[in-house]
């Protein structure tokens, strides 16, 4: 899920990486959530998972709210 205020002004891109190597690219142009599922034995052998946000946002540096944080995307495991 992304909610990056100005998600409208331009896309957030995330990169999901196993052990270095890109195995999802997903593009929020939106605030709702995106499914990604992993199938059979294609994350054998990974041992490193990496969720790469091509940019963040500040809510306090936004005047959103006093939230000093730096984020980027929610992710959710079932």
Known sequence: MC????????????????????????????????RVEFEGNELDGVEVMTFEVSRT???????VSEDWRDLGVAVAVP
């Open 3 to 34: 909610s990056h205020p100005d998600i409208g002004e331009g896309p957030v891109v995330v990169k999901v990486l196993g052990d270095g190597e890109v195995l999802r690219y997903i593009e929020f142009k939106d605030f709702g959530w995106k």
């Open 57 to 63: 946002w500040n809510p306090k540096r936004m005047g």
